[in-house]
């Protein structure tokens, strides 16, 4: 299928959390069609090797492009930080990844060169924030945290109260106190808990969502290689693909989008 401005975005996570990517781009470009595929027979993907993660991401990849997609979001973390070369040499579309648009907002946002990033363990571990941030400025400081706990509370909803504010305290305390005056949110799962972070480090910490800078960065992409979709009458289509039973997908998925997710295919990709 030939690739046009009326062709769909392709966007792939491991499970659910690129949802609220894909919901940053349906709110910055409502007259887009999209196609959804969670990987979730094989969720999660941060305690997998690089050469796996990799393999995974290009099925992934070669599925969205029999939809004939016109850019492929990578919406994913672990994925981002170690398949998007891999990526970028074989498709015959753009790919944009979560980590760089979400670290140059970032760089874009600090006062003083302070800049936190909070993600799993396995972002955290590959240094990909890290690496871009001092790529984009070397005088920049960066304190990275893996916040593991986060990723259940959001998938079972604990976004407010008790619980969430105590294990937000628990990892984010320090902070403030190291000098750290912008924080990246560097889990897809992260920005259902924006509010407790918020309180936690404070007033004076702006937090970067890496869903909205990498929903920026795609309209910024459209936009320059001149496959914007145009305003239509009708209302765009929003496709959802599963590899494992789909039930808790769209019963978790809705909280992560915003809004019910009717149905999603059960497919399988033959990994």
Request: negative net charge; contains cysteine.
């Amino acid at each position: 299928m030939r690739q046009d401005s009326h062709s769909p975005i392709g966007v792939f996570d491991s499970g659910v959390g690129g949802l609220t990517v894909l919901k940053a781009l349906m709110e910055h470009l409502p007259h887009e069609s999209t196609v959804y595929l969670g990987d979730t027979a094989r969720v999660p993907y941060g305690t997998k090797s690089g050469e796996v993660v990799t393999r995974y991401s290009l099925k992934n990849a070669e599925f969205l492009l029999e939809r004939g997609i016109k850019a492929l979001v990578v919406a994913c973390n672990t994925a981002s930080a170690v398949a998007l070369p891999a990526l970028e040499a074989v498709l015959p579309v753009p790919v944009v990844g979560v980590i760089q648009p979400g670290a140059r907002a970032a760089l874009a946002r600090t006062r003083g060169g302070g800049v936190g990033v909070i993600g799993t363990p396995g972002t955290i571990r590959s240094g990909a924030y890290q690496r871009e941030l001092e790529a984009g400025d070397p005088r920049v400081r960066v304190k990275a945290r893996a916040c593991p706990l986060f990723v259940p509370l959001a998938e079972e909803g604990w976004t407010t109260g008790d619980v969430p504010l105590l294990t937000a305290r628990e990892y984010l305390g320090g902070f403030a106190r190291e000098g750290v005056d912008t924080l990246v949110l560097g889990c897809t799962h992260y920005p259902l808990l924006k509010g407790v972070i918020a309180e936690v480090v404070g007033p004076d910490v702006a937090l970067v969502d890496s869903a909205e800078a990498t929903a920026e960065a795609v309209v910024a992409l459209l936009t320059g290689k001149g496959l914007l979709a145009p305003a239509r009458d009708t209302a765009p289509s929003h496709a959802y693909y599963v590899t494992d039973v789909p039930e808790r997908f769209t019963e978790v998925g809705a909280r992560f989008l915003g809004r019910p997710i009717a149905t999603a295919e059960q497919v399988d990709l033959k990994f």
